[in-house]
Nanobody
Framework: QLVESGGGLVQPGGSLRLSCSSS????????VGWFREAPGKEREDVSC????????YYADSVKDRFTIIRDKAKNELYLEMNNLRPEDTATYFC???????????????WGDGTQVTVSS
């Protein structure tokens, strides 16, 4: 089970840190990441991290602003989001694959999501 937290309302240019905890499954064994959904938009993979962390993917829309981090000791995943823009407004989902490598739009499990709203 994946549980997200850390969403909220933030002004443009602000920062948020999303967290994802996992019970019963070691996240370090699989590719993990985040995707987001916004009304009227297609689901977008935001970031993915392979199990050995040799592969890191970021959507072009978030490159140089978002950072994915995995804490193996805590078995948690984070998404640090900086310089947020109104177009980042979405529900963010923590997700994992049943495989160690990343592949776009190939998630096998995800949580219920956390809402991020970027607005002044």
């Amino acid at each position: 089970q994946l549980v997200e937290s850390g969403g909220g309302l933030v002004q443009p240019g602000g920062s948020l840190r999303l967290s994802c905890s996992s019970s019963g499954t070691r996240l370090s064994l699989f590719a993990v990441g985040w995707f987001r959904e916004a009304p009227g938009k297609e689901r977008e993979d935001v970031s993915c991290l392979s199990s050995d962390e040799s592969e890191i993917y970021y959507a072009d829309s978030v490159k140089d602003r978002f950072t994915i981090i995995r804490d193996k000791a805590k078995n948690e995943l984070y998404l640090e989001m900086n310089n947020l823009r109104p177009e980042d407004t979405a529900t963010y989902f923590c997700a994992r694959r049943t495989w160690r490598l990343c592949e776009v739009n190939k998630w096998d499990y995800w949580g219920d999501g956390t809402q991020v709203t970027v607005s002044s």
